[in-house]
Structure formats: structure tokens, C-alpha cells
């Protein structure tokens, strides 16, 4: 299964079979020139035991690459431990982790689990199934995720001297008895002093929750103490009320992080995790998520006050928060794209099917030629200009619009469109429909900036364009007007320039989104200029803005660019 992103070389993808999962991690490796890991308390014995990832490891070692490994130490695995302490460039011991992936520079590889026993020898590897990706979102996510463990950890032999001479760090317990755990649920909750973390894997564990006191106890916590609470949970209507009613309250330091527990691309956990102050935790088993009683539905649950197991929830609990903001993100940005691709192929077929028709019309009619050719050019030109558009949008929405920047004039640049649209002008406009323009530089002086010429012209261009175009709407001679000024922006000195128009202004309904895509149906153009420009100004460091005259005609475009003199 692949997921392909804007970027057409960033991909995610699952493998699957011990084949794929060795040639996928050898790649990985073999391009990483720093590696940085986390593995539950097997992986170490997998590392060495396995002869293909001994060799990948001592491959690591000879190309002298920078890696660091987070794993649980324990007494069954300290020997392997001390084995890999001869590769690693560190290693460290965080209690209780399960996650198992690599980051490089720019990729990122995961695996949920680890086969061993019988099931491992009927097999041909440790690992079946591999996630693979190189979206720097991602990547750069989950190198967050990994630095959060790593400042949870500590150093590997700490705990080797801790579990030889039998220091203890904190306790831990398992409570078998349902009412127990109920008692110091609540107790946790009541005793807080700082913060409150809790991680719900179902609707019915946050209601079960709610009927034993915990959320009211939370409320409570927040309100009078002053305590920090955040609650990560699957929702429903019930449970949208319930967050309204808080939200009603104004508790600022109550945060309902809510996620769609459909989601597959979400992990969500089978255990409720409570974490009080970051010193004490308690993890519930969900024994029958059916049952509307909290005692009937809990199993076994741990309670410990050991740091780094805490620590290791608190950093679950923060990734798992993580992982929930991504997919959000992901998703939106799924919709838009979508929704992108459907208008931009419905724009595409516009001028698409008006150029096939014509060019059968001139196959039909070879009397009327020139009509048709010159029919063919204006929807060819429209095609090109679309096409080139689109690029555009990709390259800014995917952030790798690059910028060929220099040293120039801008007040040069803008005397030089102004008299090229003059004069296509006079070629083309009857007096009645006369443009004039009237560019005014304020401070009279050139206005240098370093930017890149082709992109400026080409904004300069679109909002020239724009400003013609309804301005000769009205029939009757009309104005632009041109500014450029030089102003202090913020700290920094930098170029206002000024586009107004005499023309029909902008619609209210369209103001707010006037510089999104396909913005406009106008016949005439393609409804992404004005993004485009967006994108340009803004990579250059500037801003850009459109409102309506206040004499109620025409409109009024800026954008400010950064002065280099």
C-alpha cells in the first residue's frame, strides 16, 4: 500500500513479506549518514542473533556513522546490550518502550511487532511488515517523537550498574482487583497538583469514566486548583456535548482532544493511561469495552512511580497527541487536494474541448481559417497559460518554488510594464474603452531590491492585468494608478507598491478568499494568478492585500517587498 504526496519522489508505503522488509532497511541503511533507533526490550537479541541485521549493524560501524539506540533494558537482555554497546555510538534505556523504528536524515522505517519463538523459526525474518516513508512531515514528526524519548532516557550504563547491583528506581505494581484500581483512579485524580494526562482508547471508556466521577473530578481539579488537564479520546454526540459544556465554563487549562477512531491511520491504544504530575502513572487494561460498568469492564492495571516508566507514558501520551494533529493535518490537506485536482481538470477541459472542436470546424469549414486559427490560438494560449499556472500552485504549495534573486530597481521594472501595457493597449482599445496610467514614485529615488526580476514582473503583470480588465468593464475611459514607496516594515526597510483601479471593485463575498484558487470564473482567466502572486510575495519575505476603494470605485492592490537600499 502506497500514499503518494504532492512531492511526486515522497511516498509512504507498507511492505511486506522478510524479502521486501531486508531490501527496504538495506537501502535505508545504505544511504543514512546518521541513524537514530528505538527498540522494545527483543530488539537487541534480534540485532545480533539475526546474521542479516548483525551485518547491516557492522556495516553502520565501518562506514563510521553517528547512531544512537533507545531500548528497555532488562536482565534478559543486558548481555545483548553490552554486545551492541561495541557499535552504537550511544545507546540508552527508556522503561517500558515499544517502539520499534529508524530515522535517518530523510527517511523514517517502523515496525509494529516483532515475531519470535516458534512463530520466528516457521518464518523467514523477525520482521514481516515494514512502514516505509520520506515525507518530510513525517519524518521530521517522528524525529520529534524520537528526541522526546531520548531526553526521557538515560544513559545505558546507568541502568547496566543499576541492574547489576540491584538499584531500584521507583516501584511497580499490578493490581488485580477491579475496585482497587477504581479507588486509586479517583485518588490520583483528587491528589494531583500540577497536570493531568489522560489517554481513552474508546467512547465507552471516556463515558464509563464520566459515570464514575473521573471527568467531574478533572473539571473540578481545573476550576479550583488550577491543575493542567489534557484528555485525548474517541468522540460522540454524548461526548461533544459534554466538551461544549466545558468549553461554555471558559477552563482554558481543560483541553478535549478529540479523533476519529475509525481512522486506521491512527493507533490507537486498547488500554487507558493515566499519567499525575509526570511521577506516577496508571495503565487500565480494557477487559470488555461492552460493559457499561467500570468494574466489569477493566482487566489488570499497573500502577508505578519508577521514572522512566512514567516518563516513557508521558512520551507515548505526547506522541500519541502528535499522531492525532498530523492526520488532522493530513486529512484537510487531502480534501484540498482533491478538491483541487477535480477543478483543475474541469478547467483543464474547457479550453481542451474548444480547441479539438475548432480545429474539426476547420477541417469542416476551411473558408473561415483564419477565424478558427485565431479561435484555436486564444484557447491554446489560455490552455498554456492554465498549464503553467498549475505548475506554479504545485511548486508553492509543495514549498519548492525556488527564487533567482538579484540586485534590481523596482521602480525601473514597473516604468517598463506600465509602457508595455500601454502600448498593447493603444493597439487594441478604442478611445472610448482609453486606459490611463499614472505611476508615481514617492520618494523619487530608486528603489533597490534583491529579488527574482521574472517572478516580480510576473506579479507586477497579473495585478496590471486584473486592474485593465475591470476597469475596461465599464466601458469609458478609466485609471490606474501606481505607487511605490519606500517604508519602514516592521524592523526593516521595504518597497509598498500600489495597484488602484478605477474599475468595478471587488465583491464582498469574494474579498475573503481572493487570493485562493481558481478564485474567479472569469472567462478570461484561470483563477490562480492571484495565488500565484500570493505565493511569490510572501516567499520573497513580503505580504500582499487587495480591498476596495473608499469613493466606491475600483480596488486597490499592495504588496511590499524587502528594501535592499
Not at 509512504?12 to 522488509?21: A, H, I, M, Q, R
Not at 505580504?543 to 486597490?556: L, Q, S, V
Request: proline share 2%.
Amino acid at each position: 500500500m502506497t500514499f503518494a504526496s504532492k512531492n511526486n519522489l515522497e511516498r509512504t508505503e507498507v511492505l511486506y513479506g522478510s524479502e521486501n522488509v531486508m531490501d527496504a532497511l538495506f537501502q535505508f541503511v545504505s544511504k543514512s549518514k546518521t541513524m537514530d533507533s528505538c527498540g522494545d526490550s527483543r530488539a537487541p537479541s534480534f540485532v545480533i542473533e539475526i546474521e542479516e541485521y548483525r551485518k547491516l549493524l557492522t556495516a553502520l560501524k565501518k562506514r563510521n556513522i553517528k547512531i544512537r539506540f533507545i531500548t528497555d533494558i532488562n536482565k534478559d537482555n543486558l548481555a545483548y546490550c553490552k554486545y551492541l554497546m561495541k557499535f552504537y555510538t550511544e545507546i540508552r534505556h527508556l522503561e517500558g518502550i515499544k517502539a520499534n523504528f529508524s530515522i535517518s536524515e530523510s527517511e523514517y522505517v517502523a515496525s509494529s511487532t516483532l515475531i519470535q519463538g516458534e512463530k520466528l523459526q516457521q518464518s523467514s525474518g523477525p520482521i514481516q511488515q515494514v512502514i516505509y516513508s520520506n515525507v518530510k512531515d513525517i519524518v521530521e514528526q517522528q524525529k520529534y517523537v524520537f528526541e522526546s524519548f531520548w531526553n526521557r532516557s538515560i544513559l545505558a550504563e546507568q541502568r547496566i550498574n543499576e541492574i547489576e547491583e540491584g538499584t531500584v528506581l521507583g516501584h511497580t505494581e499490578v493490581l488485580q482487583i477491579p475496585i482497587k484500581t477504581k479507588e486509586l483512579f479517583i485518588k490520583l485524580v483528587q491528589s494531583s497538583k500540577e497536570q493531568v494526562l489522560l489517554l481513552l482508547p474508546s467512547v465507552n471508556a471516556f463515558l464509563r469514566e464520566e459515570r464514575i466521577g473521573i471527568i467531574h473530578y478533572l473539571k473540578l481539579a481545573a476550576q479550583k486548583r488550577g491543575i493542567n488537564v489534557k484528555i485525548v479520546t474517541p468522540t460522540n454526540d454524548m461526548i461533544n456535548g459534554i466538551m461544549q459544556n466545558i468549553k461554555s465554563d471558559n477552563i482554558n487549562n481543560f483541553v478535549i482532544q478529540p479523533f476519529e477512531i475509525s481512522s486506521t491511520e491512527i493507533n490507537v491504544n486498547t488500554v487507558t493511561i493515566l499519567i499525575v504530575d509526570s511521577k506516577e502513572s496508571l495503565v487500565i487494561e480494557k477487559k470488555d469495552d461492552s460493559k457499561s460498568d467500570f468494574i466489569d469492564a477493566i482487566g489488570l492495571s499497573t500502577y508505578s512511580t519508577s521514572k522512566p516508566t512514567v516518563l516513557s507514558y508521558v512520551s507515548i501520551f505526547e506522541s500519541f497527541i502528535n499522531q492525532v494533529k498530523l492526520y488532522e493535518r493530513l486529512k484537510i490537506h487531502g480534501k484540498m487536494q482533491e478538491e483541487f485536482i477535480n477543478i483543475a481538470s474541469h478547467e483543464l477541459r474547457t479550453p481542451t474541448q474548444a480547441i479539438l472542436a475548432y480545429s474539426d470546424l476547420l477541417e469542416r469549414h476551411p473558408k473561415k481559417r483564419y477565424d478558427m486559427i485565431q479561435a484555436i490560438k486564444r484557447n491554446a494560449t489560455r490552455l498554456q497559460r492554465l498549464t503553467e499556472g498549475i505548475l506554479d500552485v504545485t511548486k508553492i504549495e509543495s514549498k519548492t518554488l525556488n527564487l533567482h534573486k538579484e540586485k534590481f530597481d523596482l521602480s525601473d521594472l514597473i516604468s517598463t510594464v506600465i509602457n508595455d501595457y500601454r502600448i498593447e493597449i493603444e493597439k487594441n482599445v478604442d478611445d472610448e474603452g482609453k486606459i490611463r496610467f499614472l505611476y508615481t514614485n514617492i520618494n523619487k529615488v530608486p528603489l533597490f531590491v534583491e529579488a527574482d526580476y521574472l517572478r516580480i514582473l510576473q506579479t507586477l503583470s497579473n495585478i496590471l492585468n486584473n486592474a485593465v480588465r475591470f476597469t475596461k468593464a465599464d466601458k469609458k475611459v478609466g485609471y490606474v494608478y501606481i505607487t511605490a514607496e519606500k517604508q519602514k516594515i516592521g524592523e526593516d526597510q521595504g518597497v509598498t507598491v500600489r495597484i488602484k483601479d478605477t474599475g468595478q471593485g471587488i465583491d464582498n463575498d469574494m474579498l475573503s478568499r481572493l487570493f485562493t484558487k481558481f478564485s474567479t470564473k472569469s472567462t478570461n482567466g484561470t483563477g490562480l494568478g492571484l495565488f500565484i502572486c500570493k505565493g511569490i510575495i510572501e516567499a520573497h519575505g513580503g505580504t500582499i492585500w487587495a480591498e476596495n476603494n473608499k469613493d466606491g470605485k475600483g480596488a486597490t492592490f499592495s504588496f511590499n517587498l524587502p528594501c535592499n537600499n
